[in-house]
């Protein structure tokens, strides 16, 4: 039995991590049996979730996960899909991951009425008299990262043009397609499906979330994943 370790329900998200998302994702889409558990940074290999633990081995970051479906169990989740699509799709996922990430973390834990209806929650368990401390030093944590990945540069009105473009890419490589593997989901609906999920959150005051409200096709498409992948978690609310 595969074990996914991931955050667990937070955000009225199944994972308010996009890539644990992406990871439960594509673990349905492969139908092989597995769990959840919530998962300790602190022992992560890559300090970073999700990770799976597949009969004794453990395999972190949601990239590598599909990877060892695909060579030890066999898994082709671009089966039916040319190069030239999977190709196209692997792009758009990684466009995500490294760039619409970073603008989903901006939102959530630099902008401060965000932090205090999300993240701050995750320091709960800090006793109280340190828990702003704690919690400005993760986010100068996270403010040093986006600076030194580049996109912290930017000023948030360029992120959103960046994000937009990203979101313009996604919708056309969408299309009018049911999934982007067609009428069913390919490995890249992991990604996207997550992102969707994820950017459309409604606890957040979220400029992102409106630019993804302004392309209807991926709101449907978001509403579509979470459905069939999360029908527990309840359907896309929008913030309104
Ligand atoms: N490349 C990794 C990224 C995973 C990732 O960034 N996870 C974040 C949550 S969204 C995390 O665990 N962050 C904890 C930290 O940076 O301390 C993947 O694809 O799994």
Redesign the pocket.
């Known amino acids: 039995m595969i074990t996914l370790y991931g ?1 667990g329900p937070a955000f009225g998200l199944p994972d ?5 998302l ?2 439960d994702i594509l673990l349905q889409l492969s139908g092989l049996p597995f769990q959840r558990k919530a998962g300790n ?1 602190r022992r ?1 290999p ?5 990770l799976i633990v597949d009969d004794g081995v453990t395999v ?4 590598f ?1 599909r990877f060892h479906l695909e060579s030890r169990h066999g898994i082709d989740f671009d089966r039916g899909l040319d190069d030239e699509r999977r190709g196209a799709l692997w792009a758009l996922e990684k466009m995500l ?1 490294e760039q619409l ?1 970073w603008i989903v973390v901006d939102e959530r834990w630099l902008d401060d009425a965000n932090f205090a209806r999300g993240p701050a929650h995750f320091f709960k368990a800090v006793p109280a008299p340190l828990r702003p401390l704690v919690g400005a030093m993760v986010r100068r944590h996270v403010r040093r990262n986006m600076h030194a990945h580049g996109i912290g540069r930017h000023s948030r009105a360029e992120m959103l043009i960046l994000a937009g473009r990203a979101l313009d890419a996604a919708s056309g490589i969408l299309g009018t397609r049911t999934y982007l593997g067609g009428d069913e989901p390919a490995g890249g609906d992991a990604a996207l499906g997550a992102f969707m999920i994820a950017g459309l959150c409604p606890l957040f005051a979220s400029p992102l979330r409106g630019e993804i409200e302004k392309r209807p096709a991926l709101v449907a498409y978001a509403a579509r994943m979470r459905e069939r992948f999360f029908p527990e978690a309840g359907a896309v609310r929008s913030a309104a």
């Open positions: 955050f308010p991590s996009p890539f644990c992406k990871a940074l992560a890559k300090r970073k979730l999700p972190a970051d949601s990239s996960i991951e990430y």
